[in-house]
T-cell receptor, first 115, second 112 residues
Framework: NAGVTQTPKFQVLKTGQSMTLQCAQDMNHEYMSWYRQDPGMGLRLIHYSVGAGITDQGEVPNGYNVSRSTTEDFPLRLLSAAPSQTSVYFC??????????????FGEGSWLTVV | KQEVTQIPAALSVPEGENLVLNCSFTDSAIYNLQWFRQDPGKGLTSLLLIQSSQREQTSGRLNASLDKSSGRSTLYIAASQPGDSATYLCAVCTGANSKLTFGKGITLSVRP
């Protein structure tokens, strides 16, 4: 049981390049989300999904795109990378979006530097 | 807009000390509050989840309490150990779709 797997672990991009951060979970979770973590800012929600085919924006969605074609995968696409997108990105999943409480599982993070 | 505050940003204690980490939030209309642990270069690990109807949760040496009306939660760590050194984050769920608002975390160092 691998949990939440993110790839790549580290990536350096040039301004204007595009790339996709991959996230996969093997727990059959309905709810998946992407956060970014910046010094002094805490974690902020980028996009989330409550099930295959359903996505919605979080707090800081600009410059990012997501899709959810399967239950297992939730890739995050950077359309045209900017230095402001230099950050650590975390994918997370939980059984469903029931706000009463589900344990949330986080991936190990993807360190992205845009130069 | 929900805001979550954790003060101080860093804390250093000697091994064996009992300690309390504080978390405050501005909007009491929450579904749950969670405490996470983050080790350097790693993801977050869920420690305790307190539903809005609960007052506290316990797991081993950890005890988390919730006072919704005052917008406060505390994480109590008993008999601290060097292995407890990490960053502790609290997060509140205020959205119907399990959206979390995080504090900036408290970096704890337990000295042998």
């Amino acid at each position: 049981n691998a949990g939440v797997t993110q790839t790549p672990k580290f990536q350096v991009l040039k301004t204007g390049q595009s790339m996709t951060l991959q996230c996969a979970q093997d727990m059959n979770h309905e709810y998946m989300s992407w956060y970014r973590q910046d010094p002094g800012m805490g974690l902020r929600l980028i996009h989330y999904s409550v099930g295959a085919g359903i996505t919605d924006q979080g707090e800081v969605p600009n410059g990012y795109n997501v899709s959810r074609s399967t239950t297992e995968d939730f890739p995050l696409r950077l359309l045209s990378a900017a230095p402001s997108q230099t950050s650590v990105y975390f994918c997370a999943s939980s059984y469903d979006s029931n706000p009463s409480g589900n344990t949330i599982y986080f991936g190990e993070g993807s360190w992205l530097t845009v130069v | 807009k929900q805001e979550v505050t954790q003060i101080p940003a860093a804390l250093s204690v000697p091994e064996g000390e009992n300690l309390v980490l504080n978390c405050s939030f501005t909007d009491s209309a929450i579904y749950n509050l969670q405490w996470f642990r983050q080790d350097p270069g790693k993801g977050l690990t869920s420690l305790l989840l307190i539903q809005s109807s609960q007052r506290e949760q316990t797991s081993g040496r950890l005890n988390a309490s919730l006072d919704k009306s005052s917008g406060r939660s505390t994480l109590y760590i008993a008999a601290s150990q060097p292995g407890d050194s990490a960053t502790y984050l609290c997060a509140v769920c205020t959205g119907a779709n399990s959206k979390l608002t995080f504090g900036k975390g408290i970096t704890l160092s337990v000295r042998p």
